[in-house]
């Protein structure tokens, strides 16, 4: 992160120009592309956040979104990466954890796309939500998009890799909306499977906010695809990390990690981790 400074943490990515969604506009693999993740009048939720809330990262009319940006032309396409940003649930740090990661993947020939997911005052299950929206997206444009539809990874970095995991342990496959809101209405993207083949925790775990699961059951029961983590030794939840990878380990969980040293909480692409992380993740897409 030495070319950004502190601040751009908290810089927001461009939300759509118009109200182009996920349902209402084709993909477009020519250049970035901003999509609303969920039409203006049907987005599930359990939480009221009305407009005279404030204090939050997000005005009380927010829209999850996701920003597309395709492989660099003339690579092979390898798969898609979905890509969540860490902030505490406080905010999104885009410019200092996915952009620069999302720049680094797509060299290497993957279709990256990072979601825009709801923040506080919002909860992480509708969160999750929006991460299986985008999920079902690139499934159901898997050929637009020149990939297997089984070759999706969703990673995040802090906050960003919990919420990827709390898709994967509640709210992939078949759960849709309904699950949190009774006024949701299904619409056609719904009836694809939110599935993803690989997961990527960048000094993240699966659990809560600051608190790992060393819940073999519930870990188990999630049927969690292979992951891979990278994190530093001076990060204050390294032993978290230690134990739930060790966790995962003895559970027979396919795991890989980088472990970087002497290296603290919040390193974004930094680290030279993000070419290991592509090579893993080749192999994992081949070997299903």
């Known amino acids: 992160?030495?070319?950004?400074?502190?601040?751009?943490?908290?810089?927001?990515?461009?939300?759509?120009?118009?109200?182009?969604?996920?349902m209402n506009t084709a993909p477009d693999t020519s250049g970035i592309q901003v999509l609303y993740l969920w039409e203006k009048d049907n987005m599930p939720s359990s939480t009221v956040f009305s407009e005279d809330m404030d204090g939050y990262f997000d005005e009380y009319d927010f829209r999850?979104?996701?920003?597309?940006m395709p492989a660099r032309e003339g690579t092979e396409i390898k798969g898609a990466v979905v890509l969540m940003a860490g902030g505490a649930y406080q905010f999104r740090?885009?410019?200092?954890?996915?952009?620069?990661?999302?720049?680094?993947?797509r060299e290497l020939g993957f279709q990256t796309f990072i979601v825009d997911y709801r923040l506080r005052p919002y909860t992480q299950r509708e969160g999750a939500l929006d991460v299986a929206r985008a999920v079902r997206f690139i499934r159901s444009n898997a050929d637009v998009y020149g990939i297997d539809p089984e070759d999706i990874a969703v990673m995040g970095y802090s906050a960003g890799g919990i919420q990827a995991g709390e898709f994967l342990l509640n709210f992939d496959e078949d759960v849709n909306g309904?699950?949190?809101?009774?006024r949701y209405v299904p619409d056609e993207l719904d009836s694809v499977p939110a599935r993803a083949?690989?997961?990527?925790?960048?000094?993240?775990?699966?659990?809560r906010l600051s608190v790992a699961?060393?819940?073999?059951?519930e870990l188990r029961k999630g049927d969690l695809p292979p992951t891979f983590y990278c994190y530093g030794t001076e990060d204050p939840f390294y032993g978290q990390f230690e134990d739930q990878y060790e966790l995962m380990q003895d559970m027979g969980a396919e795991v890989s990690r980088i472990v970087l040293e002497d290296w603290p909480h919040?390193?974004?692409?930094?680290?030279?981790?993000?070419?290991?992380?592509?090579?893993?993740l080749e192999q994992i897409f081949n070997e299903k």
């Open 1 to 22: 992160m030495s070319e950004l400074s502190y601040g751009d943490q908290y810089r927001k990515l461009p939300e759509p120009e118009s109200d182009q969604t996920v």
């Open 213 to 217: 699961s060393m819940d073999e059951e």
């Open 93 to 105: 740090g885009n410019y200092t954890d996915t952009l620069p990661t999302a720049a680094h993947l």
């Open 64 to 68: 999850p979104y996701v920003t597309a």
């Open 178 to 182: 309904s699950v949190l809101d009774g």
């Open 197 to 207: 083949s690989a997961c990527g925790m960048i000094y993240s775990f699966y659990g």
């Open 266 to 280: 919040g390193f974004g692409g930094d680290g030279g981790w993000v070419e290991d992380y592509a090579v893993w």
